[in-house]
């Protein structure tokens, strides 16, 4: 079962990366998945913590249709 809650965008991250890892498929030279929903409580805190990356990532909301990508600055 798929958690469809967070508090912020590096909960879900955090909780997604595993499953991208495991099940996304290959997608534009990168890993994907596809038509999974979730909703964030805190949305401002776009900024994602996780030690094994290297670099910023900021989660965005695209043109607001739902559609989350991780962007990497």
Known sequence: ???TKFET???AFNYFFPKIMWDG???D???ALFNI???IEKPMWN???A???NGTMNMQRLNGNGTYQ???M
């Open 47 to 49: 900024h994602i913590l």
């Open 29 to 31: 030279n990168t890993m």
């Open 9 to 11: 965008a590096s909960d």
């Open 25 to 27: 498929v290959k997608f």
């Open 51 to 53: 030690e094994h990356r």
């Open 37 to 39: 929903g979730f909703y």
């Open 70 to 72: 991780v962007i990497l």
């Open 1 to 3: 079962m798929i958690k």
